[in-house]
């Protein structure tokens, strides 16, 4: 079998942690596997190098962060290699560029174009256990670019699907896909199998598990993931388009997420092409907007709510005030200390009463919603981030106890 391995920087840290995973690595091509693995930069180190170039220059240009972030990829699987060589195993380490891996050039979050992988192949070939620095690629002016942050998991799931893996695992701190976050949701319940739907959903509403990019791509080329521990060996999560719902769980997940700021357009005429103009105003300055509200206002207004990362606040409210005369508003507020909380789940589709069950739960912890939006396979509501976790473990409780 070709296993594509991919560990986060959590399971790479130190030393001891470096040892450990070449153990598993080792294990794995021991038993006869083509082994290809994909690291992440260890612990904290993106951040450290982030902090570094903060020290030098407060607005560094795109390509030299690039070019300083990929430096923390480099040193893991170089390690890597030596700790493999180490047990007497064949091992070789490559960059993102020597592995193939062709991005565009959006530096700081580019989009992988191709990966042209001959050199992994080759590698293969010799029964080396091949090492790959993830997150980074090269543009089409030779020059590095990273995928974004978390963005290890999109290189291992793209190098997968060129390779026509037979597995792409993906190796974390925790032991899979959990209905919360376990470190802080008591009677979070580990999911045997999860859809793409449902993981993409996850990913993109807070849960830090996967980047969401990668569970894309997984779906895209049907690359059946496995997110499972790099410390006890058992079976994880496996990801996949239809999922055993052997429970009948009406929701697979909650997730939480504190990067939301709410904007509110106070004052804005109720005529045709408001909201085009508000909306407009913010696509030019490209921002994307979540949760929509739009309510009634005094004296033939309306008030239009939305929802954006709280990084982009300032843009959005600075978009807003330029095209004031235009859109004609009384004023614009900003709350940052608001949490989107969300249920997800495929079981939605088919059973009704499950955001009822969500708003109950609400209710009897007292806490105010501020918006509300669905789709298919979730619904979200907006809560002051002071209510958030508990919001979350009060949901948590009502659909699993
Ligand atoms: N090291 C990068 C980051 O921290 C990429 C990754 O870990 O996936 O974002
Ligand atoms: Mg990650």
């Not at 153990?23 to 596997?33: F, H, K, M, R, S």
């Not at 050199?119 to 090492?131: A, F, N, P, T, W």
């Not at 609400?362 to 789709?375: P, R």
Request: aromatic content about 4%; charged content about 25%.
């Amino acid at each position: 079998m070709l296993i594509v391995q991919k560990f986060g920087g959590s399971s790479v840290a130190d030393a001891a942690k470096i040892k450990r995973v070449a153990g598993v690595i080792a294990d794995t091509y021991l038993e006869g596997n083509d082994v290809v693995v994909v690291l992440s930069a260890q612990g904290d180190t993106t951040d450290d190098l982030l902090a570094k170039a903060a020290e030098i220059n407060r607005n560094p240009s795109k390509r030299e962060l690039d070019m300083l972030l990929a430096t923390g990829e480099q040193i893991s699987i170089s390690l890597m290699a030596m700790a493999l060589e180490s047990m007497g195993l064949p091992a070789v380490s490559l960059t993102g560029w020597q592995a193939g891996f062709k991005t565009n050039s959006d530096y700081g979050n580019a989009r992988i174009l191709e990966v042209t992988a001959e050199r992994v192949r080759s590698e293969l070939d010799k029964r080396r256990i091949v090492l790959i620095a993830g997150f980074q690629g090269i543009n089409k002016y030779d020059d590095i670019t990273t995928l974004g942050r978390g963005g290890s998991d999109t290189s291992a799931v793209a190098v997968a699907a060129v390779l026509r893996a037979d597995k792409c695992q993906i190796y974390t701190d925790v032991e899979g896909v959990y209905t919360a976050d376990p470190r802080k949701v008591e009677g979070a319940v580990k999911l045997d199998e999860i859809t793409y739907d449902e993981m993409l959903e996850l990913a993109s509403l807070g849960a830090q598990v996967l980047h969401n990019r990668s569970v894309m791509m997984a779906k895209k080329y049907s690359i059946e993931l496995e997110v499972l521990s790099s410390y006890v060996r058992k079976p994880g999560t496996k990801v996949k388009e239809v999922a055993k719902n052997v429970e009948q769980m009406k929701i697979s997940g909650i997730a939480k997420d504190n990067n939301v700021a709410r904007i509110a357009v106070v004052g804005v005429p109720d005529e045709p092409g408001a909201a085009f103009k508000v909306f407009r105003a913010l696509s030019n300055a490209h921002i994307s907007v979540d949760i929509i509200l739009q309510s009634l206002g005094k004296n033939h207004t309306n008030d239009i709510s939305f929802t954006v990362t709280e990084n982009d606040s300032d843009a959005a409210v600075a978009a807003l005030e330029q095209a004031k005369d235009s859109i004609g508003f009384e004023h614009v507020s900003v709350d940052n200390h608001v949490s989107k909380v969300s249920i997800v789940g495929a079981g939605m589709m088919t059973s009704s009463g499950i955001a009822t069950l969500m708003f109950e739960a609400l209710y009897e912890a007292s806490i105010n919603i501020q918006m509300i939006s669905t789709s298919e396979i979730k619904v979200s509501v907006l809560v002051a981030e002071d209510d958030a976790d508990l919001a979350v473990r009060t949901i948590h409780n009502k659909f699993f106890k």
